[in-house]
C-alpha cells in the first residue's frame, strides 16, 4: 500500500547515503530501503535497516529521490514520525534515529523501548497464542531434522489482512543450514499464512 501521510522522515544526508549504497552495491538497483525493527537490544527493539528488491505484502510504501522506503503496517506505530538522519564525526558514521515513540532509549542509539498501549499489547499476546499453536503443529518436522524454531516477537499490526509480522528463530540443525530460508519461507511462512490471513511478513532474527 501507499502512504498517504508521512511515516517516517529521511533527512537529505540520509537519502544521500542510501543512493550512495544503491549505486555502489552490485545488484541493487531498484531496490526499496526497507526500515523495521527486531526484537531485542538494549530496551526492547532494535532498528533495522536493509536494501531490498522491493514491497511485499502489508508494506507501506514512502517513495524518496530516486528509492522507496517500505515499512511494514504492524511497525508503523512504533516507527510513525521518526527521523532518519546520517551522520560522520572522526571516529565513526552511520544513521541515527530519533523516534517519538521511544519511551525509552540506549546509548547505543539504534535500541529503543515501545510506548505500546495496553489494546496493542492485548492483541500481539493473542495473536502469539494463535502462531504458538500453528508452531506445535510444524515443530515434529522440524526435530525430525535435528531443528527446531522459537517464537521471538509477534507484531498484530492493525488485524487486516497481511498487517501483522512474525519474529522468528530457527536453532539447531535449522539455524546454521543453507536452506533456512527455504524451511522459513517453504514451510512455517507458507502455513501461517494459510492458517492466519493477517500475517503478512515472516522474518528470521539471530
Do not use: W
Request: proline share 4%; net charge negative.
Amino acid at each position: 500500500m501507499t502512504a498517504t501521510a508521512t511515516v517516517i522522515e529521511l533527512t537529505d544526508k540520509a537519502v544521500a547515503q542510501v543512493r550512495h549504497l544503491l549505486g555502489s552495491t552490485q545488484g541493487t538497483e531498484g531496490f526499496a530501503l526497507r526500515i523495521g525493527v527486531d526484537p531485542g537490544g538494549c530496551s526492547g527493539y532494535t532498528y533495522k535497516l536493509a536494501l531490498v528488491p522491493g514491497a511485499e505484502t502489508g508494506d507501506v510504501v514512502l517513495p524518496q529521490d530516486g528509492f522507496d522506503v517500505v515499512v511494514h503496517t504492524s511497525s508503523v506505530d512504533l516507527l510513525r514520525g521518526m527521523r532518519v538522519d546520517y551522520t560522520e564525526t572522526l571516529t565513526s558514521s552511520g544513521f541515527t534515529f530519533a523516534n517519538p515513540n521511544a519511551k525509552s532509549s540506549c546509548g547505543c542509539g539504534s535500541s529503543f523501548g515501545s510506548s505500546d498501549d495496553p489494546e496493542r499489547t492485548a492483541a500481539d499476546a493473542k495473536l502469539r497464542e494463535q502462531v504458538e499453536e500453528i508452531m506445535e503443529e510444524i515443530r515434529p518436522m522440524l526435530r525430525g531434522d535435528g531443528g527446531d524454531a522459537e517464537v521471538v516477537a509477534v507484531l498484530a499490526g492493525g488485524g487486516q489482512p497481511g498487517s501483522a509480522e512474525v519474529h522468528l528463530r530457527l536453532t539447531g540443525a535449522c539455524g546454521g543450514c543453507s536452506s533456512a530460508n527455504a524451511t522459513l519461507t517453504g514451510v512455517i511462512e507458507a502455513r501461517l499464512r494459510q492458517e492466519l490471513p493477517e500475517i503478512g511478513r515472516v522474518a528470521l532474527v539471530s
